[in-house]
């Protein structure tokens, strides 16, 4: 589904360089986690993904079922399949939830050449979808994020996904900010869309999250690569030891 | 020549490009006199003037205007889905095949301006020209003082009543060279309502003027669409006096022009009013947009807004001219005021000047005032939907108008203004 090879990213305004040559190879249907320390560039990697300004890939590449997406615009990128949960999702005074939504929906059927839903087709799916995130009629109504709380942006960001049904997720620490029951909610909003035609990358700092959402592999991710990947046991280890053991054995 | 010398034979010229109007009833020729006396004492506006030093005021001071084509479009016209009783002017002349009859509409009479100015006892005495003069100090301006004096057309409205359907006054424009001067006095009688709406260039060149009267416990509401030709320059001024515990409205939308200067002045004289003034507009190129509002807050517990928001592309020039003034003894004002510009690109400009004066002590009043580009973050998370990048600014741009659009109290018709910014923004992203 994913692959990554190499991948070499700097700052565009600065010096920096961030992602020092990361490789990753997800399979169809797989989900896979990435955990590490504050600052070793989870985000980033999320970021250089689905589009983001402000980065130069300096070398290497990223295919999506053999595309090349670093090519592409964020906005080809999404119709392509990519999704990305973000850390923060962003507020935005004066565009209704619900308007965003179906524009989002339709832009992407339309960039696929599939037929626009109708308002009463949209409405009845996103009804749907919402209740099982327990997102009521009023968040809908009100501007995207817009005074949500951050248990409700992870929430929202998880209905986006549910109504993309795109291939390839990332999902950066969707579980953050998130109480126990909440948690769960979204991971089984998660559950509820594997299926073997979609990937899922899950960064995390939590093993938490990850007793609801059973990884396939993990990586551990450190200054820019990715510097260890096993099974599910390895978040366990870094849940009971922290990081240095590895950083240890690495270094 | 000094400076004064110059304004000076800057209103004789603005007075000899208009026809002196026929003799009216003795109170009208009195009014026309007086505030062609106050054109002539205050002079045609300057550069150097302190209101006009963002807005240059040559074109308007110009013997003959810029020549505008009338766009040709096959739209429908705004407002013409609404059930309005429509007053139509052609070029600045009333045009009675394309109005309504207007006779029999419960709780209100339309009269021509130039018919109740011959009328020797009217009502239109106590606001024709008076809330114009009063409007005139602290701060000049000549071109209301003069559309005074020489206006010839117009329409003198009375609501005694509640009005159920809206008074449509349209602005038609032909000829490449009209040069029109529109004068409306409206009077809200003590509890009723009054729904304006106004739409059209109305002339290559339009100076507008309006006096409104709203009554204790009245409401007026307005909506404005000024046209969409290019070339067209304007200047219109709404004077307004707000009785007690009544409400004015007035929201006006803008796209294009080259140059649009709109002012409003507000008096609260009445306790317990409220007045709202805003206004959207969007423009890119050759384009000069002027909001000048004077609020005055003169009796207690009164709330004023003003919300003007300015979309600017590639040249375009906004401007934001807005005081609160608190009078002495105005206690528990509530006073509002936001203007923002949003820059398209490097190459637009917003010019604003926030100004209160406050002579109470027990008042809340507050002002702001930002301009920037367009938000990336929030650009960012829209493209990463999916949504492509010409329709995801246009999202940024109706939803940065959406607290200016919010003030039409009527749905249906805050609909339509969306609707035609968003035509405009759909038009100007190919
Ligand atoms: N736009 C930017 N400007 C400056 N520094 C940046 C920028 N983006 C990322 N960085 C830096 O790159 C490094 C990696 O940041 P990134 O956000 O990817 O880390 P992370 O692994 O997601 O961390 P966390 O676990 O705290 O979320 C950090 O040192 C960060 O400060
Ligand atoms: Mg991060």
Known sequence: MLSIKNLHVKLEEEDKQILKGVNLEIGAGEVHAIMGPNGSGKSTLSYVLSGKDGYEVTDGEATLLGDDILDMEPEERAAAGVFLAFQYPVEIPGVGNMTFLRTAVNAQRKARGEEELSAGEFLKVVREKAKSLKIDADMLKRPVNVGFSGGEKKRNEILQMAMLEPKMCILDETDSGLDVDAMKLVAEGVNALRDAGRSFLVITHYQRLLDHIKPDVVHIMADGKIIKTGGPELALEVENNGYADILGEVA | ?430
């Open chain 2, 1 to 430: 020549m000094a400076v004064a010398d110059v304004k000076i034979s800057g209103a004789e010229a603005l007075v000899a490009r208009h026809p002196a109007p026929a003799s009216a009833a003795k109170w009208a020729n009195e009014a026309r006199d007086g505030a062609m006396a106050r054109l002539r004492a205050m002079g045609a506006p300057m550069r150097r003037d302190e209101y006009w030093r963002f807005t240059n005021p040559a074109i308007l001071n110009a013997d003959a205007p810029r020549h505008a084509t009338a766009l040709v479009t096959d739209e429908t016209p705004v407002f013409d889905g609404f059930d309005a009783l429509r007053i139509v002017f052609v070029d600045g002349v009333f045009d009675a095949a394309q109005s309504s009859d207007l006779s029999g509409e419960p709780h209100l009479s339309v009269e021509h301006l130039t018919d109740a100015l011959a009328t020797d006892i009217h009502w239109a005495k106590d606001v024709f020209g008076v809330l114009e003069a009063a409007g005139q100090t602290p701060v000049d301006r000549p071109f209301a003082a003069l559309n005074t004096a020489v206006a010839q057309s117009g329409v003198v409205i009375r609501a005694t009543g509640p009005v159920s359907r809206p008074v449509n006054l349209r602005y038609l424009h032909v000829a490449e060279d009209a040069d029109a001067v529109i004068h409306h006095v409206i009077k809200v009688d003590d509890s009723a309502t009054l729904t304006i709406l106004e739409n059209g260039p109305a002339a290559a060149r339009f100076n507008k003027a309006m006096e409104i009267m709203v009554g204790d416990g009245a409401e007026f509401h307005h909506v404005r669409a000024q046209g969409r030709d290019h070339d067209r320059q304007c200047v219109s001024h709404m004077f307004a006096r707000v009785g007690k515990e009544a409400l004015y409205k007035s929201f006006t939308l803008t796209v294009n022009g080259v140059l649009t200067r709109n002012e409003h002045v507000i008096d609260m004289q009445g306790d317990d009013a409220s007045a709202h003034v805003a206004g959207a507009c969007v423009g890119e190129g050759d384009f000069h947009h002027d909001d000048t509002v004077f609020v005055t807050h003169d009796a207690e517990r009164c709330e004023s807004r003003q919300v003007f928001k300015k979309v600017l592309k590639s040249g375009a020039v906004g401007v934001f001219q807005g005081k609160i003034l608190v009078k002495e003894g105005a206690q528990k004002t509530d006073g509002y005021q936001i203007s923002q510009g949003l820059l398209l690109d490097d190459d637009a400009q917003f010019l604003a000047k926030p100004e209160l004066e406050i002579y109470a002590d027990d008042v809340a009043c507050s002002h702001g005032s930002t301009c920037g580009a367009a938000d990336e973050t929030a650009l960012f998370y829209l493209l990463s939907r999916g949504i492509p990048r010409a329709q995801a600014e246009n999202m940024l741009v109706l939803a940065f108008l959406g607290e200016a659009m919010d003030e039409i109290a009527d749905d249906d018709l805050a609909e339509e203004m969306r609707g035609r910014v968003a035509g405009w923004l759909e038009r100007h992203s190919k």
